[in-house]
């Protein structure tokens, strides 16, 4: 068990949060507002490495939206057949209920990928002129307890 406090200082104005949106999806915070993905990609711009990492994920996300739309109307398609007293399909419903599975992976790869992008963009913004960061580790283990400093 142990407690730590990381001394360190970035300007929080520039820093971009992904945080999950209340009906779903990720939402992107920059200097307070929500941005698209396509908004995300501009601001990334200035860092290359995080603006190749977004691009992906938002072609990824691209995909699994292409995948899933499709699949979801070919469902929805036959179960409004059946809800009409039509004669089903159920083989266009199995194939609708196919591509919602194989959008599942794009989906988990686009996150993945904006993670990483929004990590390197904050990882490449400067930092103030306090000094390198500094943790201080209070640790319990055992019977013994310690403090750690490291700079």
């Not at 142990?2 to 999950?20: E, Y």
């Amino acid at each position: 068990m142990g407690m730590t406090s990381l001394l360190l200082a970035q300007s929080a104005a520039d820093s971009i949060t992904m945080k999950k949106a209340p009906l779903g999806g990720y939402q992107f915070i920059y200097r307070g507002d929500n941005l698209r993905t396509k908004e995300v990609v501009q601001v990334m711009d200035l860092n290359k490495t995080a603006c190749v990492q977004m691009k992906s994920a938002r072609t990824s996300n691209s995909i699994a939206n292409v995948l899933s739309f499709a699949g979801s109307f070919m469902v929805g398609w036959t179960l409004g057949d059946l809800a009409g007293g039509r004669d089903p399909n159920y083989a266009v419903m199995a194939l609708g209920g196919g591509l919602i599975v194989t959008s599942i992976p794009f989906t988990v790869s686009a996150v993945k990928k904006s993670k990483k992008a929004v990590h390197t963009w904050n990882s490449g913004l400067s930092t103030s002129s306090l000094p390198p960061a500094r943790e201080l580790d209070f640790t319990m283990r055992g019977l013994g307890v310690g403090l750690v400093y490291r700079f």
